[in-house]
């Protein structure tokens, strides 16, 4: 057990996938020679080489058709694209091509690709650096979505999704990847679609993802000194997400929050807020209340981008409003 940041378990389930794996190959913009724009793959090209970890052109539409290609043929590739953000010039080759070939080509071919992208606001780098569009790829069939908030869950849930078959959508939040925490030396890879309760409570549910669990986590901490005992649950994966979880979770303590930093318009919460009603109607004492991120495309001034993602604040605000004080 070592306690490692986010970055650097990534950096560790690359390497071992790599070396368990020689069909594994990583490319990217930057991410050979200059080791990525976070460093996530520092160390790779001086240990594995050139022929599997190299540099790509400024195009993200030739990355991913790259990638599709040489999964086509046999190999695991791990492409970065920098930010997620540079995803929109891939849509054709990620919603298009991807995620349906392996169906319309009846099962013949498989589609192992790993599509690692950082993303998430709070770093003032403007409306076109800072989209959280997991929403985008989750609503679309044949891909595979995961948004670890935790370094052991980045390691565990990326070695899976390297192993994996289908195609996977990796989301990483910038705002993570210098979070240290404890990560077993040996570890196996984590299930894709299992989510966790990080804390015990009976008094409400806070479900959240990604960058937003440690949100949840704070505003848990501060409704305990008003002797609220929220639990919460982390999604960790968003297609396929962990149903029967979240709605075990909700039937316990009768109230339901979900938070997520995208915009609330046909966002996660919505779809987890849809689902709780099918499946936990009965048991909820108050509507679900969602805490999301500003509809308006995130500002460049610091107050102002702020404002617009949730805190720990906009979650206890929501609690309350869901115990009704």
């Known amino acids: 057990m070592a306690r490692i940041s986010y970055r650097e378990a990534l950096n560790q389930a690359l390497r071992e996938e790599m070396q368990r794996d020689e069909s594994v190959i990583v490319f990217g913009e930057d991410v050979a020679e200059y080791e990525g724009s976070f460093k996530v793959t520092r160390g790779l090209l001086k240990e594995f080489g050139p022929k599997r970890v190299f540099d790509t052109p400024i195009s993200e539409a030739a990355i991913v058709g790259m990638a599709t290609g040489a999964a086509m043929a046999g190999l695991r590739p791990v492409p970065e694209l920098m930010t997620v953000n540079f995803a929109y010039v891939a849509m054709d080759q990620i919603l298009n091509h991807l995620a349906l070939m392996r169906y319309m080509f009846g099962g013949q071919c498989t589609l192992p690709v790993t599509i690692r992208m950082p993303g998430g ?15 985008l790829f989750v609503h679309t069939p044949g891909l595979l979505v995961v948004y670890p908030a935790t370094p052991a869950d980045a390691k565990a849930l990326l070695k899976a999704a390297i192993r994996d078959d289908n195609p996977v959508i990796f989301l990483e939040h910038e705002g993570l990847y210098n979070f240290a925490d404890e990560v077993p030396d040996a570890m196996e890879p984590g299930t894709i679609g299992q989510a966790l309760v990080r804390r015990e409570g009976a008094d409400l549910s806070i479900i959240a993802y ?13 409704l305990a000194n008003e002797r609220i005992q929220a639990e919460v649950v982390d999604l960790r994966t968003l297609r396929p997400w962990d149903k029967e979880t979240v709605a075990d979770s909700a039937a316990k303590t009768h109230r339901a929050v979900v938070v997520e930093e995208c915009p609330p318009a046909c966002g996660i ?6 689902n709780l009603y099918e499946l936990a109607f009965d048991s909820l004492d108050a509507p679900i209340e969602r805490v999301s991120g500003a509809d308006v495309p995130l500002p460049y001034a610091r107050n102002l981008e ?20």
């Open 121 to 135: 606001g709070g770093h003032q780098l403007g409306s076109q650096h800072s989209h959280s569009p997991e929403a």
């Open 269 to 274: 919460a919505a779809e987890v807020a849809a």
């Open 210 to 222: 990604g960058a937003m669990v440690h949100v949840a986590l704070e505003a848990a901490e501060q």
């Open 306 to 325: 702020q404002a617009c993602i949730p805190h720990a604040a906009d979650v206890v605000e929501a609690v309350r409003r869901a115990l009704g004080r």
